[in-house]
């Protein structure tokens, strides 16, 4: 059974850097994708940030300069790093995983991922 647990912190001040992490259990695949989406009320869950498990790396055009996605094998965890937040970074943010056969590439859109986290809703005060 695959479970994702996404942890990090939940409230930032406008400025500071945020770090989330998801931890992972029963992943079967070779190879795979790691992926960050967040979604606000009213509007569709949308990919940040995504790496595969060679390290190759792809980020939402708006918020490359701000992010960086990493992982860690001995863990079982990949974490998102966010610096300078802003208040209209406040969403719930969601780790996702799929599968990078047959495609040998990672995407943004959340149809390429079978698995999710619970969310975590992150908060950022001006």
């Known amino acids: 059974q695959v479970q994702l647990v996404e942890s990090g912190e939940e409230s930032v001040q406008s400025g500071g850097s945020l770090q989330l992490s998801c931890t992972m259990s029963g992943i079967t695949y070779g190879s795979y994708c790691m992926a960050w989406f967040r979604q606000v009320p009213g509007k569709e869950r949308k990919g940040i940030a995504t790496?595969?498990?060679?390290?190759?790396?792809t980020y939402a055009d708006e918020l490359e300069a701000r992010l960086t996605i990493s992982q860690d094998n001995a863990q079982n965890t990949f974490r998102l790093r966010m610096s300078n937040v802003k208040p209209e970074d406040t969403a719930m943010y969601y780790c996702?995983?799929?599968?990078?056969?047959?495609?040998?590439?990672?995407?943004?859109?959340?149809?390429?991922?079978?698995?999710w986290g619970q969310g975590t809703q992150v908060t950022v005060s001006s």
């Open positions: 996702a995983v799929g599968a990078l056969f047959p495609f040998n590439y990672c995407s943004l859109s959340s149809h390429r991922y079978a698995y």
């Open positions: 790496v595969d498990t060679d390290g190759m790396s």
